[in-house]
C-alpha cells in the first residue's frame, strides 16, 4: 500500500484534493482514505452503539446493508493505516496528521514535516503530477496485507501450504532493554535485492511464490520488523525456503540497525 498524506489550514481545498485523488488512483487499484477528527466524537451519545461502549466494550461494530462501522479505543493514525492494508488498499489517502512523518502534500504555508510537494492554492493543482509522487512511494505492509497479495497471485491455486515469518523487536536480551530499534535502508537498492532473493527462490522446486517486507524507521519494543511470506505445493517444501529467505534478508539486503537502549544507542549488524 502507497501512501500519501494532505496537510493545510482550513478551507484551503484539503477534503476537495482528498477526492480527486481518490478518483484518480482507483485507475491505478483500490483505495481508502483517513480523516483526522481530531476531538470530534463520531459515536454519538445515547445510541445503541454508544450504550454498548459505555457498557465496557472494547470494541463496537455497527453493520446494515450498506456500511459497516467499527468503533474502538486507543485510536492512532498507525492502527488506521494497519486497517486500510488489512483491507487489502493499494492507496490510503490521509486528511490531515501534519505532525506525522508520512509523505505530505501541503497546500498553503501550513508548518508539517516530510513535505515533498507544495501547493500555493488549491487551483495550482497538478493532479497527474501528485499522482506520479504517490506511485513513486515506498510499500506499506502488515502481515496481512502480504497474505492477501500472495494469494491474489495467479499461481495460487498450485499451491497447498503457505508459511510466514515475522521478525519482531526483542524487548529483553540478558540485562539489556531495548526500548526500540530504529532502521534506515539503502531505498531502491534495498528493495530491488529483497525482490532478487524472492525470485531466486521462486525458482525452486516446488515453491509458488515469496513475499519479503522489511519496515523501517524507528520501531519500538515488540513491533513488527520484517515479514516473509512462502506459499509452496507441499510444506516439506516450503519451511527450508522460509529459513533460506530469513538468512539471505540478514547477508544480503543493505539495510542497517540501530539499537537504542537504556544503557546508550549504537548500531548492530545482525538485522
Known amino acids: 500500500m502507497k501512501i500519501i498524506s494532505i496537510v493545510g489550514y482550513k478551507k484551503t481545498g484539503k477534503t476537495t484534493l482528498v477526492g ?81 512523518k508520512l509523505p505530505k502534500i501541503a497546500l498553503g504555508d501550513i508548518a508539517a514535516t ?19 509522487i504517490v ?25 497447498g501450504a503457505i508459511g510466514t515469518f515475522t521478525g519482531i523487536v526483542r524487548s529483553v536480551t540478558g540485562e539489556t532493554r531495548t526500548e526500540f530499534l530504529e532502521f534506515e535502508s539503502h531505498g531502491e537498492l534495498a528493495r530491488k535485492k529483497m525482490d532478487e532473493i524472492c525470485q531466486q527462490l521462486k525458482n525452486k522446486e516446488g515453491i509458488v511464490d515469496v513475499l519479503i517486507h522489511h519496515r523501517t524507521g524507528i520501531i519500538p519494543g515488540g513491533g513488527d520488523i520484517v515479514y516473509i511470506a512462502v506459499a509452496a505445493g507441499h510444506r516439506e517444501e516450503l519451511f527450508a525456503v522460509l529459513r533460506e529467505a530469513i538468512e539471505l534478508l540478514k547477508e544480503q539486503v543493505p539495510i542497517w540497525k540501530k539499537e537504542h537502549t537504556m544503557k546508550g544507542d549504537w548500531w548492530v549488524h545482525d538485522v
Open 20 to 100: 480527486q485523488l481518490v478518483k484518480s488512483l482507483k485507475e491505478h487499484g483500490s483505495v481508502g482514505t483517513i480523516k483526522h477528527l481530531h476531538e470530534h466524537d463520531i459515536n454519538a451519545q445515547d445510541t445503541d452503539t454508544w450504550k454498548h461502549a459505555q457498557a465496557g466494550a472494547d470494541v463496537v461494530v455497527a453493520v446494515t446493508p450498506n456500511e459497516l462501522v467499527k468503533f474502538s479505543r486507543n485510536n492512532d493514525l498507525e492502527s488506521a493505516l494497519d486497517e486500510l492494508a488489512n483491507e487489502g488498499m493499494d492507496f490510503a489517502i490521509v486528511e490531515g496528521f501534519k505532525d506525522s
Open 114 to 132: 516530510e513535505i515533498v510537494k507544495r501547493l500555493d492554492t488549491f487551483e495550482s493543482t497538478n493532479i497527474n503530477e501528485i499522482i506520479d
Open 135 to 159: 506511485l513513486k512511494q515506498p510499500e506499506f505492509h502488515t502481515l496481512d496485507s502480504l497474505l492477501r497479495k500472495l494469494k491474489s497471485s495467479r499461481s495460487i491455486e498450485k499451491a
